[in-house]
């Protein structure tokens, strides 16, 4: 499954302005990281990877920094370098959900599910309102074969967004997976079973 969508969808809501009250206060050169953030907002990635870059040369060493520079990394197909830099904004703020989240989604592009699964379900406590960690959660679920937990997550998304068809859509073709599933699993215990007529 291409990705690349996903993280289109789910970098803008988590570029990170600031983490927590107070904790960037007194960065260094904290008007070039905002100049930082507002072209990460605009798109300009080569602007931002610069400044944030160039504030980890200059000694700063902060969750923003590491975290905007994990936002830009899968932008740019770099999924191995953001898991590097989401992990480093955990080593400093390990409650930072969208970091939890954005590895996850890493992890994922990057084929290692149960990692993905790992850290999605982190995010999920840390931000159990947020959509998006439901459905990326699901999807890691979806691709270990996790069939219950998957459609946990589905059900979870309509009751978040009762509105979406899109979630009502995934969540039916989860059970339509649980179902293929389970006959599979018929058919490997007794090949002619009737439930299998």
């Not at 590895?103 to 290692?112: I, M, R, T, Y």
Request: aromatic share 6%; hydrophobic share 45%; with cysteine.
């Amino acid at each position: 499954m291409n990705r690349t969508w996903i993280l289109a969808a789910l970098v803008p809501l988590f570029i990170c302005a600031g983490l927590s009250a107070g904790q960037d206060a007194t960065l260094p050169g904290q008007g070039q990281l905002a100049k930082g953030i507002a072209a990460l907002r605009a798109g300009d990635l080569d602007s931002a990877e610069r400044i944030f870059t160039l504030a980890l040369h200059q000694g700063v060493r902060s969750p923003l920094v590491y975290h905007n520079l994990g936002v830009i990394a899968p932008e740019r197909g770099q999924h191995e370098q953001a898991v590097a830099r989401f992990r480093e904004t955990l080593q400093l703020q390990p409650e930072f959900g969208p970091a939890h989240l954005l590895l996850g989604v890493s992890w994922l592009a990057l084929g290692k599910n149960a990692e993905a699964a790992r850290e999605l379900r982190i995010a999920e406590k840390l931000m159990p309102a947020e959509p998006q960690v439901h459905l990326q959660l699901a999807r890691a679920y979806d691709a270990l074969e996790e069939h219950f937990a998957a459609i946990d997550q589905y059900r979870q998304l309509t009751r978040l967004a009762p509105g979406d068809a899109e979630y009502v859509y995934l969540l039916a073709r989860s059970w339509a997976e649980l179902s293929r599933s389970s006959l599979k699993e018929i058919a490997k215990l007794d090949s002619n079973s009737a439930r299998l007529h």
